[in-house]
């Protein structure tokens, strides 16, 4: 597995790189339509503040509050790419390859060049026995 979304970078790619991977400020300061506590208009912060809570939730082992964080994340802004990158790699970590790269093709449609996505979709094609559609990731 590869580690979370690091603004278009990708960092190791070790087993355990999914844990010790840091989210960084980036994409993620979109606004949306509500905010994290149903509020008519998201900040930036809330969205930031949303992904950062899910990366806490993967640091401390607890993936499906961390699912629930990025779900938010993404009621807010369903085009925040690093929520659906994050939401990707998380799926590919626990070997949901449907839904990893169902997140992680959006990323791809919404920005292709950003490598963690396309990295990502590349190894979740991979793992779902789709090889050339994972080649042509890379």
């Not at 960084?24 to 506590?37: L, P, W």
């Not at 950062?52 to 993404?74: G, N, P």
């Not at 807010?76 to 997140?103: M, S, T, W």
Request: glycine share 8%; aromatic share 4%.
């Amino acid at each position: 597995p590869i580690p979370l979304s690091t603004q278009g970078r990708v960092a190791g790619t070790s087993s355990s790189s999914l844990r010790k991977a840091q989210l960084a400020d980036g994409k993620e300061d979109q606004v949306g339509r509500k905010g994290i506590s149903g509020g008519s208009l998201a900040l930036p912060e809330s969205i930031k503040l949303l992904n950062y809570l899910a990366l806490s939730y993967i640091y401390s082992h607890q993936d499906r509050d961390a699912v629930s964080s990025l779900k938010r994340c993404l009621d807010i802004d369903p085009h925040n790419i690093i929520a659906l990158v994050n939401l990707g790699l998380l799926h590919l970590d626990r070997k949901d390859f449907k839904e990893a790269i169902a997140c992680l093709q959006k990323a791809t449609d919404l920005d292709g060049s950003d490598l963690s996505a396309r990295i990502g979709l590349g190894n979740a094609l991979a793992e779902d026995k789709q090889v050339a559609e994972a080649i042509r990731q890379f």
